[in-house]
């Protein structure tokens, strides 16, 4: 028996006998038939042939009346079963169908509720417990998308028998979702371990990669686990704890399984809270940009800044942005934030000194977007603010998903006159392939580095290597996070041409920016609001 539907409910065989209207009226006719008969051979004995001869009569046509109505009755009662076995048939092929999913042959998630709800019971009653595992495969879309729907599809049905070759017998196994299976199974709950073995196995088998006729691929899993004894007991909460704690796998670097634990609903419930506020907060405004000072290292003089997102939430006060760039590029805003970022940021430093630059980071899943460069252009032609005073800072982990988009977008920027910077170099691939192949203007090298700079022999020597291929492809290097003079110091001799960090100050918004700028007399000559501002200041 298919282990996905052991627990099916008992339907009656479609092969039993059922009594019919036409089959009760078959039998009446045919006890009639035995009446007349009866009286026929009865009248016959008691009054000899002759005299009964006028009683014969009508019984005789009696007689045959009823043996038309038992041949006829007979053929329509054939027909009727046949009917209602074929009925049968069909209702159960289309239960079965609305039950179960047609490329894996697993239950859906109607069913493995039902289902599911059963053995919860059948499992507490015998003093023992389920565990519902959620698996979901790691980056499945990138899969659809490279090889194509019917590779995607063949490639679930694979997955589907691997999983089910690791269940245990009895176990219920659904497809939920895309490319998102539940099982489900009793254990004793003195012995998690088994639960975890599976877990363990699973992750293993799913991780090997696939033959696909001509093609092979590679995916892994990540799996969350929940139990009914400790968590609620429907199917439903049940699923959805597993869910949790298959996301909880995912943040931890996929390809592995996790329990749930009641820590992890409370943080996906603060992270749901915060993208909600998030998506009011962007076109409330509340995504400002703080201004990161870049200075030349060999002359100390301010060259530019570095555009950094700041939430100013009216509750919680500042919010930095590893909290809500993460959250904004999962759920699709980055690009709405990072629109409105560049537009507050580029109308703010439209009449600094002509000669002050300014740096965006741009998101690698903004690099996904084909028109981003014909956006940029846009803002720049709203603002006013000249192409060649940009530059867009660019993650090599952008690189990695899509060369030839990132080569082509990077291409239309440059053409435009925007400058391009690699940025946090060193914690990705560091491959100079990538520096070659793209005409990159700038390598920033992460603050990860610079700091572990002084403790660190590997890291000085990371930075050094880094400076002389930018020396030797004479790409500037920008050193970020300086903090102290001494670090200054080290970094210029290293050969790094520009430094940003705390030595210079913290990031400001645009307002003390402005007055810093005026200050050091750093506004445009002729903006309207510079010269009251300098005598403000003076
Ligand atoms: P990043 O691009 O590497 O930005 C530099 C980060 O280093 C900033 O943190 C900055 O405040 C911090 N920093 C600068 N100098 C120092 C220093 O001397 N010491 C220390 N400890 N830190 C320093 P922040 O603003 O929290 O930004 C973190 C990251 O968030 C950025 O790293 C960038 O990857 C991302 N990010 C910030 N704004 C945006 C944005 O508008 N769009 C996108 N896509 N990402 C952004
Ligand atoms: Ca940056
Ligand atoms: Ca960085």
């Not at 500042?318 to 809500?324: A, E, G, L, S, V």
């Not at 709405?336 to 940021?345: C, E, K, V």
């Not at 403790?455 to 300086?482: C, F, H, K, R, Y």
Request: glycine share 6%; proline share 5%; charged share 20%.
């Amino acid at each position: 028996m298919d282990e996905s539907t052991a627990y099916e409910p008992a339907r009656p065989a479609g092969g039993e006998t059922r009594a019919t209207p036409v089959g009760l009226a078959t039998m009446a006719a045919v006890a009639l038939c035995v009446v007349v008969m009866a009286a026929v051979i009865i009248a016959v004995i008691r009054n000899g042939s002759a005299a009964a001869e006028p009683l014969v009569w009508p019984l005789i046509i009696a007689l045959l009346l009823n043996l038309a109505v038992i041949l006829v009755g007979r053929k329509r009662h054939v027909e009727l079963a046949q009917r209602l076995h074929h009925h049968l048939d069909s209702s159960e092929g289309a239960r079965r169908l609305s039950l179960n999913d047609p490329l894996t042959g697993f239950l859906n998630r109607r069913a493995l509720v039902e289902e599911g709800a059963a053995m919860i019971q059948d499992a507490t009653q015998r003093r023992l417990a389920v565990a519902m595992l959620m698996i979901d495969l790691d980056r499945f879309k990138t899969i659809n998308d490279l090889h194509g729907h019917a590779v995607g599809d063949a490639l679930l049905a694979r997955v589907a028998t691997e999983i089910r070759n690791e269940l245990p017998p009895l176990s219920l196994a659904a497809r939920v979702g895309g490319d998102e299976f539940a099982c489900v199974f009793i254990f004793n709950p003195s012995e998690p371990k088994t639960v975890q073995r599976i877990a363990e196995r699973l992750v293993s088998r799913l991780a090997r990669p696939v033959d696909l006729g001509d093609t092979s691929i590679r995916v892994s899993a990540s799996i969350g686990i929940a139990r009914s004894d400790q968590e609620r007991t429907s199917v439903e909460a049940l699923i959805r704890a597993a869910d949790i704690a298959m996301y909880a796998a995912k943040e931890a670097g996929r390809n592995r399984f996790s329990w749930f634990d009641p820590d992890m609903a409370r943080a996906l419930h603060a992270r749901n809270e915060l993208e909600s506020a998030l998506r009011a907060a962007i076109p409330a405004g509340q995504i400002v940009p703080y201004f990161d000072q870049q200075i030349d290292l060999s002359s100390g003089q301010l060259l530019g800044f570095e555009v950094l997102a700041r939430w100013e939430h009216p509750i919680h006060g500042q919010i930095k942005p590893d909290r809500f760039i993460p959250i904004a590029e999962q759920t699709g805003m980055i690009a709405d934030l990072s629109q409105s970022l560049m537009s507050q940021a580029l109308q703010a430093a439209r009449d600094w000194d002509p000669a002050l630059t300014i740096s965006i980071n741009v998101s690698p899943v903004q690099l996904r977007d084909a028109w981003l460069p014909q956006k940029i252009i846009k803002l720049l032609l709203e603002t006013g603010f000249p192409a060649h005073r940009l530059e867009i800072e660019i993650t090599e982990r952008a690189l990695l998903e899509n060369l030839p988009l990132a080569q082509s977008i990077i291409g239309s920027l440059k053409n435009q006159g925007i400058r391009v910077a690699l940025d946090d170099f060193g914690t990705g691939y560091s491959s100079l392939g990538h520096l070659r192949a793209l005409p990159f203007d700038r390598i920033k090298i992460d603050r990860s580095f610079v700091q572990a700079i002084a403790d660190d022999q590997d890291s000085a020597a990371l930075v050094g290597a880094v400076a002389s291929v930018g020396a030797s492809l004479n790409l500037p290097v920008t050193a970020e996070g300086i903090e102290d003079l001494a670090l200054e110091a080290r970094m210029r001799a290293l050969g790094c041409a520009r430094g940003q960090g705390y030595l210079y100050g913290r990031p400001m918004d645009a307002a003390n920016t402005r007055r810093l700028l005026a200050e050091r007399r750093l506004l445009a000559a002729g903006s309207a609001a510079s010269e009251a501002e300098r005598r403000l200041v003076g």
